[in-house]
């Protein structure tokens, strides 16, 4: 019955990532801050996303994805798409038009990197990422690195 929807088990997990992902969003706020946007945006992230990593872990690790002959890059786009590039580029819009950045300045692996940090610590410990660790993400890396462009 399963496989009328879906070709095999590694398109129907991904299906199910989808599904979570998209019945679960992270909720972007304007706090009128660039700083204050970011540890919104990272703390839902990290609070929203934690099971959702938890599950994609899972697949990955049970060899499920082997199957797939896709990279670990292919499936996070299949499962994420374009949404989080929209969103992330929304935080540093909103940050550019009060005057606090200027994005075109910015080098674009900068302005993932707070993002895929927690990424990275969300696959990495499976659960939902401490607020300190996130203000140190916003505080003691990315906003000296984002002060060092606006010079």
Known sequence: ???????????????????YRDSNPVELADTGSLRGDLLAALTGMGRTRAAFFAMAAAAAFSGLMAASELTPAEVRDRI?????????????????????????????ALLTMPFDLVRHDLLMYVE???????????DDLFLPLVDHYAR
Do not use: C, F
Request: glycine share 4%; hydrophobic share 40%.
């Open 1 to 19: 019955m399963l496989y009328r929807r879906w070709a095999n088990k590694d398109d129907l997990t991904l299906a199910a990532l989808a599904h």
């Open 80 to 108: 994420l798409g374009d949404q989080p590039t929209e969103r992330i580029r929304a935080i540093y819009q909103q940050a550019h038009d009060r005057g606090e950045i200027d994005v075109d300045q910015i080098p674009a």
């Open 128 to 138: 939902p990422v401490a607020h300190e660790r996130i203000r140190s993400i916003v």
